[in-house]
């Protein structure tokens, strides 16, 4: 199997950026579907808490993706280097402790409301200096959250994919 044949909509440029944005890295993806990002974030990253409730969402139809996820991670030889926490964002961030993650992956819901409520647990769990990397940063409702929740960011960009260092004030 091939990182292609895993459906999803991270880019190959998109990917790259978040291979090399993990690297030795704990990260926290928000959003998995079927583990195309994963994949990308695991082939570097020191380890990688993936986060999804596999049910799908407006945006991808309903599905059960869990077990297509699975077989994906193991497929592409990453599988024990994830950590997956199946359930709602909310539910899991609430349990997640603050200032462990090096780098949040934020792609799960799109409207403002959700994106806004995971750019609140990506600031929470995110170390001081660590990355927040955004899929789908040319929407209008992505852009406002980041705002929003982080005010202004020097901010990078691969394709669709947005990212910058989280520095408290």
Known sequence: MNIDEIRGWMSRDEGAALSMLATDKVVLEMGVFCGKSTVYLAKTARLVHACDWHFGDSGTGDADTLSECVSNLRAMGVYSKVILHVGRFEDIGAVLASNVFDMVLIDGGHDSKEVGHDC?????????????????????????????????????????????????E
């Not at 990397?133 to 020097?154: C, K, L, P």
């Open 120 to 168: 609140a647990i990506a600031k929470r769990v995110l170390k001081p200096g660590g990355v927040i990397a955004m899929h789908d940063s040319d929407r209008a409702s992505v852009q406002w959250a980041r705002q929003t929740v982080f005010g202004e960011v020097d901010i990078q960009e691969a394709g669709s994919l947005a990212w910058f260092t989280w520095r408290p």
